[in-house]
């Protein structure tokens, strides 16, 4: 059976078991701050699993894309150098909120592997947790499986989403690639050969761990199931590397007729081959190459595939150019990859011009001092200037010097990095303002959405960073009030300006901005005597604040346009509201052209002009 078939074999027999077929999710999480990337089928459901969001039904299928670049889950470095390493791949799933359990959760499974795809029972080895007498029974007394080809395992088969909350035991499916693969059965010391190859793990979230380590029993026990694609298509196609698979072998034939490399098994065209996926799905999904967060994980996945295909020789863009193929492979089952085909090779076309300058001057200067090592250990201050200087990234030098036999300090990279960031604090100590060096605890009753003026009495007050009991005319300071109408500098919206006005005092307001969830009044006192315990009228200069509140109105209307004209891949990556302007940022792979201009502009300005009514809700 080919990949594609699988994927649906596989959906298809859910579905007849009364699960709805649910669309992959994004690769970039929803609401969920603790992941970078999708990374598991389970991931769009964690809140139905947690009780916080209600579905229309109570068992779900899913063939979901995921990557596996950054953070916790990182393969990168290991993608074309072993068999079944990914940046990207599929997870099959099937799910029970609530509804079946253990019985019908291996049933299934067995059913699926034995029966639709035809798998041997005596090619299977099943493990459960040691302390899932259950799970145990149901395989061995209900299905029938050999005791030959069971184990009872511990940490390994048991799963949890986080130090508290759901989790439990789980049972894992492997596959027997035969005697004349070395490697032992499933928890034997060279278990983690190649011979036994996971392809399912089945996890029975049937507790609650409480703080104290306590498990508690789940009132609605569910199940969360997945298996890899790519390795099922293996163990279906009688290969034993991923990369042997169909779905591959397409990819790697077109990365070898764009690299001029007829060897198929070449470690650069599997990185290739497993990059124009992972680098293909996370643009279609909006994510752009940048030098931060997900984006830059973007742009380490590309350079390592431009890197790599300069290994071969290929100095010319190519890896643009494999999009079509993966469109051809996958397009059916993911058509927003079809959709977004041409903005993909754009973005990718753009990053290929951008880095084949840095990479041609950086590989020069690595190849020099790799030259004059003395040992087999790159220093970390050489890895630091070829990034620094260079824009060369450290885990291509680490690639670079891993194919040479030598090692890296990285280390004596972070070193350097450290160091920098403290030179770079050093020489923007200047610009920063005493209210950053306050520890302020207090917390400011903020009434600036009801009220354009209040009173309130005055909390503290400070001068070159000191606290003080009082401020006299012409002195300079800060003020800290219990309530205040003051709009405290934040989400790029410029602090609020105006005046506070008590007795014989006036003290102008010319900033307002945050230290912890105080707000702090920056200005200087013009008349009288300020002091601490004063009761004072606030008043916020209203033409201004109104000013910014346009303006403010405004990025929201330019955002809608940019994503109407651009594509729902523009993102907001920061801004700046001001009352006579404002600056949106965001991430696109190219300029504006002028009709795109006229366009966003014609679109923001008819909205304007409609003059809709703004209700505000709290």
């Given at each position: 059976?080919?990949?594609?078939?699988?994927?649906?074999?596989?959906?298809d027999?859910f579905?007849?078991?009364?699960?709805?077929?649910?669309?992959?999710?994004?690769?970039?999480?929803e609401?969920d701050?603790?992941l970078?990337f999708?990374?598991?089928?389970?991931?769009?459901?964690?809140?139905?699993?947690l009780g916080?969001?209600?579905?229309d039904?109570?068992r779900?299928t899913?063939?979901?894309?995921?990557?596996?670049a950054g953070?916790?889950h990182?393969?990168l470095?290991n993608?074309?150098?072993?068999?079944?390493?990914?940046?990207f791949?599929e997870?099959?799933?099937?799910?029970?909120?609530?509804?079946?359990?253990?019985?019908?959760?291996?049933?299934?499974?067995?059913?699926?592997?034995?029966?639709?795809l035809?798998?041997?029972?005596?090619?299977?080895w099943?493990?459960?947790?040691v302390?899932?007498?259950?799970a145990?029974?149901?395989?061995?007394?209900?299905m029938?499986v050999?005791?030959?080809?069971?184990?009872r395992?511990?940490?390994d088969?048991?799963?949890?989403?986080?130090?508290?909350?759901?989790?439990?035991?789980?049972?894992?499916?492997?596959?027997?690639?035969?005697a004349d693969?070395?490697?032992?059965?499933?928890?034997?010391?060279?278990?983690?050969?190649?011979?036994?190859?996971?392809?399912?793990?089945?996890?029975?979230?049937?507790?609650?761990r409480?703080?104290?380590?306590e498990?508690k029993p789940?009132?609605k026990?569910s199940?969360?199931t997945?298996?890899?694609?790519?390795?099922i298509?293996?163990?279906?196609?009688?290969?034993?590397?991923?990369?042997?698979?169909?779905?591959f072998?397409?990819?790697?034939k077109a990365?070898?007729?764009?690299?001029?490399c007829?060897?198929l098994e070449?470690?650069?065209?599997?990185v290739?081959?497993?990059?124009?996926?992972?680098a293909?799905?996370?643009?279609?999904?909006g994510?752009?190459?940048?030098?931060?967060?997900?984006?830059?994980v973007?742009r380490?996945?590309?350079?390592?595939?431009?890197?790599?295909?300069h290994?071969?020789?290929?100095e010319?863009?190519?890896?643009?150019?494999?999009?079509?193929?993966?469109?051809?492979?996958?397009?059916?089952?993911?058509?927003?990859?079809?959709?977004?085909?041409?903005?993909?090779?754009?973005?990718?076309?753009a990053?290929e011009?951008?880095f084949?300058?840095t990479?041609?001057?950086?590989m020069?200067?690595?190849e020099?001092a790799m030259?004059?090592?003395q040992?087999?250990e790159?220093p970390g201050?050489?890895?630091?200037?070829?990034?620094d200087?260079?824009?060369?990234?450290?885990?291509?030098?680490?690639?670079?010097?891993?194919?040479?036999?030598?090692?890296?300090?990285?280390?004596?990279f972070?070193?350097?990095?450290?160091?920098?960031?403290?030179?770079?604090r050093?020489a923007?100590?200047?610009?920063?303002?005493?209210?950053?060096?306050?520890?302020?605890?207090?917390?400011?009753d903020f009434?600036?959405?009801e009220k354009?003026q209040?009173?309130?009495?005055?909390?503290?007050?400070?001068?070159?960073?000191?606290?003080v009991?009082?401020?006299?005319?012409g002195?300079?300071?800060?003020?800290?009030?219990?309530?205040?109408?003051?709009?405290?500098?934040?989400?790029g919206?410029v602090?609020?300006?105006?005046?506070l006005a008590g007795g014989?005092a006036?003290?102008?307001?010319?900033?307002?901005?945050?230290?912890?969830?105080?707000?702090?009044?920056?200005?200087?006192?013009s008349?009288g005597?300020?002091k601490?315990g004063?009761?004072?009228?606030?008043?916020?200069?209203v033409?201004r604040?109104?000013a910014?509140?346009?303006?403010?109105?405004?990025?929201?209307?330019?955002?809608?346009?940019?994503r109407?004209?651009?594509?729902?891949?523009?993102?907001?990556?920061?801004?700046?509201?001001?009352?006579?302007?404002?600056?949106f940022?965001?991430?696109?792979?190219?300029a504006?052209?002028?009709?795109?201009?006229?366009?966003?502009?014609?679109?923001?300005?008819?909205?304007i002009?409609?003059?809709?009514?703004?209700?505000t809700e709290?």
């Open positions: 059976m080919k990949s594609a078939e699988i994927r649906q074999a596989f959906l027999y579905a007849r078991q009364g699960h709805a077929v649910v669309a992959s999710s994004s690769l970039v999480p609401n701050p603790t970078l999708t990374n598991a089928g389970m991931n769009q459901f964690k809140d139905v699993f916080r969001d209600k579905r039904y109570s779900a899913s063939s979901q894309r995921c990557v596996r953070g916790k990182n393969d470095e993608v074309g150098y072993t068999a079944r390493h990914h940046t791949f997870m099959l799933g099937n799910f029970s909120f609530g509804d079946y359990f253990k019985r019908d959760a291996i049933r299934f499974a067995w059913e699926f592997l034995t029966g639709e035809g798998l041997p029972p005596e090619k299977l099943v493990t459960v947790h302390s899932d007498d259950e145990a029974d149901i395989w061995l007394k209900e029938g050999s005791a030959e080809r069971f184990s395992l511990d940490e088969n048991f799963w949890q989403m986080g130090d508290t909350g759901p989790c439990g035991p789980s049972s894992e499916i492997f596959y027997d690639h035969g693969v070395p490697g032992g059965p499933p928890g034997s010391e060279d278990g983690d050969l190649d011979r036994y190859i996971e392809i399912w793990n089945l996890v029975f979230m049937q507790y609650d409480q703080d104290d380590g498990l789940l009132p026990p199940v969360d997945g298996m890899g694609l790519e390795r298509a293996a163990v279906q196609q009688g290969v034993h590397s991923n990369y042997e698979i169909d779905l072998q397409a990819l790697l990365a070898a007729q764009a690299t001029g007829d060897d070449n470690k650069s065209l599997r290739i081959a497993d990059h124009i996926r992972s293909s799905f996370l643009i279609t999904d994510v752009v190459p940048s030098n931060e967060g997900r984006g830059y973007l380490r996945i590309i350079r390592r595939a431009l890197r790599h295909g290994q071969l020789g290929q010319k863009p190519f890896f643009h150019t494999l999009v079509a193929a993966l469109v051809e492979q996958m397009g059916d089952a993911y058509p927003e990859l079809r959709r977004e085909q041409a903005r993909v090779e754009k973005a990718l076309l990053e011009e951008q084949g300058r990479l041609a001057a950086g020069k200067v690595l020099g030259a004059e090592l040992g087999d790159l201050r050489v890895v630091f200037s070829l990034y200087t260079h824009g060369f990234p450290p885990d291509l030098t680490a690639d670079v010097a891993r194919e040479r036999g030598l090692s890296v300090d990285m280390d004596g972070d070193q350097e990095m450290q160091a920098q960031r403290e030179r770079a050093g923007g100590a200047f610009a920063n303002d005493y209210s950053d060096r306050l520890n302020i605890e207090a917390v400011t009434s600036g959405y354009h209040d009173q309130a009495e005055v909390e503290g007050l400070y001068r070159d960073g000191a606290a009991d009082s401020l006299e005319a002195e300079t300071g800060m003020v800290l009030l219990k309530r205040t109408p003051f709009y405290a500098e934040s989400g919206q602090g609020d300006r105006g005046v014989d006036r003290f102008n307001v010319e900033d307002t901005r945050k230290r912890g969830q105080a707000h702090i009044h920056v200005g200087t006192v008349t005597t300020l601490v004063d009761k004072v009228d606030a008043y916020v200069d033409e604040r109104r910014i509140m346009r303006h403010h109105s405004a990025t929201h209307l330019l955002h809608a346009a940019l109407r004209v651009l594509g729902d891949h523009v993102q907001q990556k920061g801004s700046l509201v001001a009352p006579d302007y404002l600056r940022d965001f991430a696109h792979g190219e504006l052209s002028a009709e795109q201009r006229e366009e966003i502009e014609t679109l923001v300005n008819r909205q002009l409609e003059n809709a009514a703004v209700t709290l």
